[in-house]
């Protein structure tokens, strides 16, 4: 997590159910053009972009000139950062869990 700066923060990049769905598109495609991207939402052209920079920001996004056209494709290296985040949590929670049912079967005995 990047405390300087909360737009870099993956987490917070993340949180938005449009740059959720920006990721998945950008994962299912090599490239995609800005074009391409906007259709695809009931939003304009500023807004898909806004939210695509913050997923630069955060390095989820890389970005290219073709022409006339930008095109944006994925980096998923920073969800890394998620990734071992939502592992510490599921083995704590498992660990925990696995503690409660010893405790209650101990009971039932």
């Not at 994962?27 to 906007?38: D, G, K, M, N, R």
């Not at 052209?45 to 920001?57: D, F, G, N």
Request: proline share 5%; net charge neutral; charged share 30%.
């Amino acid at each position: 997590m990047n405390d300087n700066n909360p737009l870099r923060d993956v987490f917070n990049a993340i949180a938005d159910p449009t740059r959720r769905r920006l990721i998945r598109m950008l994962s299912e495609a090599e490239e995609i053009p800005l074009h391409e991207l906007t259709e695809q939402f009931p939003m304009g052209r500023t807004a898909v972009s806004k939210h695509l920079t913050i997923l630069k920001e955060a390095g989820l996004v890389l970005d290219r000139k073709v022409g006339r056209e930008t095109r944006f494709r994925l980096n998923a290296a920073p969800l890394r950062e998620i990734q071992d985040w939502v592992g510490f949590y599921s083995k704590f929670w498992s660990s925990n869990l696995l503690r409660l049912n010893r405790l209650l079967e101990e009971e039932e005995e």
